[in-house]
T-cell receptor
Framework: GAGVSQSPSNKVTEKGKDVELRCDPI?????LYWYRQSLGQGLEFLIY????????KSGLPSDRFSAERTGGSVSTLTIQRTQQEDSAVYLC????????????FGPGTRLLVL | KQEVTQIPAALSVPEGENLVLNCSFT??????LQWFRQDPGKGLTSLLL?????REQTSGRLNASLDKSSGRSTLYIAASQPGDSATYLC???????????FGSGTQLTVLP
């Protein structure tokens, strides 16, 4: 079956612009995670969705970051007023269940803020 | 707060060698531990997941061990091949969301 897909694969934007990153999880997976991978910081958790529960936003670095998950499937991560330090690879992962089940990752979106 | 460390940061070996990658974690109360592979410019591929009740997990030439009490895991790669060249990451779920806390990875190069 299809894995986790993300779009766009690459995004170049100017400082101050808003960007939207999309994630399509594996069908039937109830849990969805966003992570960020940047040089010098490694992989960092951003936000978590589980079914219809309120998302866990504890990893979001600032209020410029937000995410939603529509219909328990597709998720969009939005970064407003982008800054150069937002440049990173944004990875999405899904798992069949919550509670530490295997997470399957998408290919990521490479964001460059000029 | 859970912290995950991987050593070495980089490793270069000739083809055919057996090798061991190390991962340590500070909080031994883990649910499981997952090993991933990341190729340049790509996402993460799950290799093995060891449950907290398990000591070992095997997949082909890969064998992962887990010692919860000492806070350590190893990934053993037998008969390495150039195609094994990648960055290997270990991760444990932690926090309210069971989000993964990752090590910084070991960059492996297998020379033909």
């Amino acid at each position: 079956g299809a894995g986790v897909s993300q779009s766009p694969s690459n995004k170049v934007t100017e400082k101050g612009k808003d960007v939207e990153l999309r994630c399509d999880p594996i069908s039937g997976h109830t849990a969805l995670y966003w992570y960020r991978q940047s040089l010098g910081q490694g992989l960092e958790f951003l936000i978590y969705f589980q079914g219809n529960s309120a998302p866990d936003k504890s990893g979001l670095p600032s209020d410029r970051f937000s995410a939603e998950r529509t219909g328990g499937s597709v998720s969009t991560l939005t970064i407003q007023r982008t800054q150069q330090e937002d440049s990173a690879v944004y990875l999405c992962a899904s798992s069949l269940l919550a509670g530490g089940a295997t997470q399957y990752f998408g290919p990521g979106t490479r964001l460059l803020v000029l | 707060k859970q912290e995950v460390t991987q050593i070495p940061a980089a490793l270069s070996v000739p083809e055919g060698e057996n090798l061991v990658l190390n991962c340590s974690f500070t909080d031994s109360a883990i649910y499981n531990l997952q090993w991933f592979r990341q190729d340049p410019g790509k996402g993460l591929t799950s290799l093995l997941l060891i449950q907290s009740s398990q000591r070992e997990q095997t997949s082909g030439r890969l064998n992962a061990s887990l010692d919860k009490s000492s806070g350590r895991s190893t990934l053993y790669i037998a008969a390495s091949q150039p195609g094994d060249s990648a960055t290997y990451l270990c991760a444990v779920p932690s926090g309210s969301a069971r989000q993964l806390t990752f090590g910084s990875g070991t960059q492996l190069t297998v020379l033909p």
